[in-house]
């Protein structure tokens, strides 16, 4: 990773496989159109510089057929390319429904990293190699981004919400990860290393870790903490809704529109209640905003996550 | 030659001692403060800028300085400091009025056969905003600096940063005002003003690519005033718009502040456009090919400007969709710039060229352009943008068309009218090695951070991983050499003030109204107004002055 004068960064996901070819294509279009323009210029230059001998007879008279025709080539040739890397932008928005969540939070100055077992880091990112991850990107303060150049993506970290970006590691190795807004005094400074690694290797890592609870359940006891419990628990006395079997599933609002239960919408649930009211309960549970820190949300969340796949109790 | 264009009767520059526009209203500085002489206003603003361009400069110089080694020179919140400045200065108080506020200031009035702009005490007020508004600049910038980016990006620079923020918004908030005074004075002289017989398919390009940068000064500039008002009430107040801890939302503050600052980009590059329009059939000797495209293209991209900003945004958390349309419109704006470059391009075709200073900038702006526009395509394009914003690539990119483009296209105006302004010649072969000097040493200052973006090195960094030391060394060494270049025109231009051989009226034997009238200038520019049978650009090979 460091070292010896480069010109590409490596390549180290099967997506950035396909975006060098992009850039190669990028590359070929703009030496075709630098290649045609400077050498037109240069050979007017030499031919018809002044007191120059070339025959100057005959010029072009009716303009529009030639603006016409380059108009158009310009168009289809900017349409290929538009199309190209629209495609690819469209697989970064579909991320494979078996890929691993890791919650990263962002905050001047470092990245924090839940992975689902527990096991934390900062500034650093273990993954196995030839498996999907997608990250939960969120921030306690201001906007940041994550960059992995080696995997040709980058995402806002954005505070008050939920971004996601995923990848799937193709080589093993140690990859520079970046904060690519900027963010304040050490914006510099906000970045790590990504260590992707053989399947086995990172089991082996994940267990050195020696994490007690999972995410999973540390937000269970969160979720007893923070009084939800009392609410949306199998014994409360309130009208509110049972989160078993919620995540992943539609669910029809107050307002007659129908919402996807994701991660943002069960973040927004909890910080701005108000927002989106499932049909058939009153509006009664408090705002969270400010009670909750970004690393105990993404911890409730992970726990509300993880009885997405039980039976929703009829109440 | 049976050329004759104008039936007004011409001037002659060798009649008795007429008062030019510099001597006429006396030399007191009081003269020139209260004065509503375009001419003047356009000189007071050249100072202006000329200022503020070695300022940005100087901080442009001290970034440079610091990234020479990977852990930097200075303190990172001193090179945060320096890079807000530069970028503040550059854009508000150098690039937005460089052209438009000297040259077209200038030269507009002169071009359409008017006396004097539509407004002249607007201009004058116009010139004062400016200068409170440089002041308010300054005194953020000496009171202890700003550190938020060029682009007070939200909550940032509402909620965390701790530099003279509200200061720094005042000042662009007011240079705003001075923008659109400045647009609507020339949208409504190049309506009202023009002389008989000068039809708008006569109009010079210059006053085109002008008409159509100040109706994105009118439209857009409100937009930008009210979105840093915005800032500024969050600071200051407390009420959440744009922190999301109070409510608000960022990613609104991005969609108003680049709903300005897209079209801005236009607004630094259009007139740039107009000037090597002007320069190229000049010194090809031949009418410019496809003056009516080159117009509409002007037009067609003030339009589209105004629907492309989310593409400044592809990972900030937009939806998919939105960012499918925004790089298809950014893909689609770049259309009538590439036809710009195929026209001058073609206009050399069958020229009798020569290669005076103003000719080499024209040239090296269509060469420096044409690269910034082709990398354009990369960072329009969603899946490439996602890899390189926020890197070196976009500050390349970005660099190509602002510095490389319009600060050439600058460059060469200011050579090719110099004669006018001043009635002087400046020394040509300085003027020649400066423009070389200035592209040479502008593209090996950014042809490296190209490499560099793409490698992965992130844009606003104080100090980077050393892999990438090599780049920016061969960086730093380019803009040493750029900075020889840009400030060698200060002194060979400062010494034919006073040295330099008279000009003449027209001593490039070239057409347009402007070359019609002594140089300098009388007050009232023309002595009879003028009359225009003609198309703009009908050039001869021979070296006499058709226009007789
Ligand atoms: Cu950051
Ligand atoms: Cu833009």
């Known amino acids: 990773m460091e070292g010896k004068v480069s010109f590409l960064p490596a390549t180290a996901s099967a997506y950035a496989g396909e975006m060098n070819w992009l850039f190669a294509g990028l590359i070929a279009t703009s030496v075709f159109i630098l290649l045609l323009v400077f050498g037109l210029m240069i050979v007017f230059c030499v031919r018809y510089r002044k007191g120059s001998g070339a025959d100057r007879g005959d010029r072009m008279k009716k303009t529009w057929r030639v603006e016409v025709a380059w108009t158009a080539a310009t168009f289809v040739l900017f349409m290929g390319l538009y199309a190209w890397g629209a495609n690819l932008y469209i697989e970064l928005h579909r991320p494979p429904l078996d890929a691993t969540d890791i919650h990263v939070v962002g905050k001047q100055w470092m990245w924090k990293v839940e992975h689902p077992g527990g096991q934390k880091e900062i500034d650093a990112l273990h993954v196995p190699v030839g498996r999907p991850v997608r990250l939960v990107l969120s921030s306690e303060d201001v906007i940041h981004d994550f960059a992995i150049p080696a995997f040709r993506i980058r995402q806002d970290a954005v505070p008050g919400r939920y971004e996601t970006l995923w990848f799937t590691p193709t080589e093993v190795g140690d990859y520079r990860l970046f904060c690519a807004e900027f963010c304040g005094t050490d914006h510099a400074r906000m970045g790590g290393t990504v260590t992707v690694m053989e399947p086995g290797d990172f089991q082996r890592w994940l267990d050195e870790q020696g994490s007690t609870e999972s995410l999973a359940q540390e937000g269970a006891a969160l979720f007893r903490q923070f009084g939800c419990s009392g609410c949306h628990g199998a014994a409360s006395t309130v009208h509110a809704p049972p989160l078993e079997g919620l995540f992943g599933r539609p669910v029809p609002l107050a307002s007659g529109e129908t919402a996807m239960a994701d991660d943002r919408y069960i973040r927004d649930s909890i910080l701005m209640p108000r927002a989106q009211v499932a049909a058939g309960y009153p509006p009664i549970m408090p705002s969270f905003a400010g009670q909750i820190g970004e690393d105990e949300l993404l911890k409730i969340v992970a726990y509300i996550k993880s009885l997405g796949t039980k039976e929703r109790p009829a109440r | 030659m049976t050329t004759a264009t104008f039936t007004g009767k011409a001037e002659q520059p060798t009649r008795g001692a007429q008062a030019s526009y510099l001597t006429a209203e006396g030399f007191t500085l009081r003269s020139w403060l209260l004065t509503k ?398 423009a070389i000097l200035i592209f040479f040493g502008f593209n090996l200052t950014f042809f490296p951070q190209f490499i560099l973006g793409y490698l992965g090195m992130q844009r606003r960094y104080a100090s980077y991983p050393p892999e990438f030391q090599i780049w920016n060394v061969l960086s730093s060494a380019g803009a040493s050499i750029l900075a020889v270049g840009y400030a060698l025109p200060l002194f060979y231009l400062g010494w034919s003030l006073w040295r330099g051989k008279k000009a003449g009226p027209n001593p490039w034997a070239a057409t347009g109204l402007e070359w019609r009238t002594p140089s300098p200038p009388p007050p009232h520019n023309f002595d009879v107004t003028p009359t225009v049978t003609r198309p703009p650009y009908q050039y001869r090979p021979d070296p006499e002055p058709q226009d007789v």
């Open chain 2, 37 to 434: 002489d375009h001419k003047r206003i356009a000189i007071l603003y050249t100072i202006s800028i000329t200022l503020f361009f070695f300022v940005g400069g100087a901080a442009a110089t001290l970034i440079r300085f610091n990234l020479v080694t990977p852990p930097g020179l200075f303190q990172p919140d001193t090179y945060n400091r320096l890079f807000t400045m530069h970028g503040i200065v550059m854009v508000w108080f150098f690039l937005i009025p460089s052209i438009p506020t000297t040259m077209g200031n200038f030269l507009i009035p002169l071009m359409i056969g008017a006396k004097d702009l539509a407004f002249p005490r607007l201009n004058l007020l116009s010139w004062y905003l400016f200068v409170i508004a440089g002041v308010l600049g300054l005194v953020a910038i000496f009171a202890g600096g700003v550190d938020t980016g060029w682009t007070f990006y939200t909550p940032f620079s509402t909620m965390y940063s701790n530099g003279y923020v509200v200061l720094a918004l005042a000042a662009v908030f007011v240079s705003g005002f001075s923008s659109i005074l400045t647009g609507l004075n020339f949208i409504v002289s190049i309506h009202r003003l023009r002389a008989p017989g000068l039809t708008w398919y006569r109009l010079p390009v210059f006053c085109w690519s002008n008409y159509a940068t100040a109706l994105i000064l009118v439209l857009a500039t409100p937009i930008l005033a009210i979105t840093l008002a915005l800032v500024a009430v969050e600071r200051l107040l407390k009420v959440g718009i744009f922190d999301p801890a109070l409510g608000g939302d960022p990613l609104l503050f991005q969609h108003l502040f680049w709903f300005y600052s897209h079209p801005a980009v236009y607004i630094m590059i259009l007139p740039g456009f107009g000037v090597i329009s002007e320069i190229v059939p000049c010194f090809a000797r031949k009418p410019l090919f496809g003056y009516k495209f080159v117009v509409w293209s002007s037009i067609a991209i003030a339009g589209i400007g105004f629907f492309v900003w989310a593409h400044h945004m592809f990972v900030a958390g937009i939806s998919l969709y939105a960012g499918l349309v925004f790089s298809l419109l950014s893909y689609i704006i770049a259309v009538p710039s590439a036809i710009k470059v195929f026209n001058w391009t073609a206009t050399l075709h069958k020229g009798w060229i020569s290669f005076d200073a103003p000719m080499l900038y024209a040239l090296g702006f269509i060469g420096l352009f044409t690269i910034g526009g082709l990398t354009g395509l990369f960072v329009a394009n969603l899946a490439f943008d996602v890899h390189a914003t926020d890197t070196y690539f976009v500050v390349a990119h970005f660099h190509y068309i602002m510095v490389g483009g319009m600060v050439s296209a600058y460059f060469g105006g200011l050579h090719y009218w110099w004669p006018k302004i001043t009635g002087r010649l400046y020394p040509e072969w300085w003027a020649r090695i400066a």
